[in-house]
């Protein structure tokens, strides 16, 4: 059964730095690993999904990595800004529907 | 990608009623829909997968008779909470499978809080 964790579990940071989120998973037969957005209350935003033959995917300031082997991928959020505090989940595709990471809660001080 | 949307966004209810949500696809066909619910500060947990036209499969650890779906059109699937209890409070979000482009994804409803009182 496919679990997925994700490292830390909260992280705050001072406005302007770089940072990386960690998720590691144990089943590497993935289609595809998917990393959200979730402010407090609301839905899911899709951020960047990475198909299982790539490597890596880059939108404006994040960029995220899949290593399908050792089960691991990274979101890397370059010069992070308070608008940036959110719950970030991890979320892989294998013969099942999504299994999610409990997520990482980002928090940015001005 | 595909538009999802659920109704109502959230409900308070008190213990004992019955209580639907509706996942609508707005702009595909869908076959298939998941339903998840995440409780305050957890992950979100795969409840079902609702089949258009046939039964709905559920996860282990979650009761078929308490937590009934409908899938009963390509564009609209329903889950019922029967006779709520405050530990059913959480917030519940649809997703419908999507192979587009050759990407074997998911799109997200907003998700609908229930909170039973």
């Known amino acids: 059964k496919q679990e997925v964790t994700q490292i830390p579990a909260a992280l705050s940071v001072p406005e302007g730095e770089n940072l990386v989120l960690n998720c590691s998973f144990t089943?590497?037969?993935?289609?595809?690993l998917q990393w959200f957005r979730q402010d407090p209350g609301k839905g899911l935003t899709s951020l960047l999904l990475i198909q299982s033959s790539q490597r890596e995917q880059t939108s404006g300031r994040l960029n995220a990595s899949l290593d399908k082997s050792s089960g691991r991928s990274t979101l890397y959020i370059a010069a992070s800004q308070p608008g940036d505090s959110a719950t970030y989940l991890c979320?892989?595709?294998?013969?099942?529907?999504?299994?999610f990471g409990k997520g990482t809660r980002l928090s940015v001080i001005a | 990608g595909a538009v999802v949307s659920q109704h109502p966004s959230w409900v308070i209810c008190k213990s004992g009623t019955s209580v639907k949500i509706e996942c609508r696809s707005l702009?595909?066909?869908?076959?298939?829909m998941f339903w998840y619910r995440q409780f305050p500060k957890q992950s979100l947990m795969l409840m079902a997968t609702?089949?258009?036209?046939?039964?709905?499969?559920?996860e282990q650890g979650v009761e078929k008779d308490k937590f009934l779906i409908n899938h009963a059109s390509l564009t609209l699937s329903t889950l019922t909470v029967t006779s709520a209890h405050p530990e059913d409070s959480s917030f519940y979000i649809c997703?419908?499978?999507?192979?587009?482009?050759?990407?074997?994804?998911?799109?997200f409803g907003p998700g609908t809080r229930l909170t039973v009182l």
């Open positions: 609702s089949n258009e036209g046939s039964k709905a499969t559920y």
């Open positions: 089943d590497s037969a993935i289609y595809n």
């Open positions: 702009d595909f066909q869908a076959t298939t």
């Open positions: 997703s419908l499978h999507g192979t587009g482009g050759g990407t074997d994804t998911q799109y």
């Open positions: 979320a892989v595709k294998g013969n099942t529907p999504l299994v």
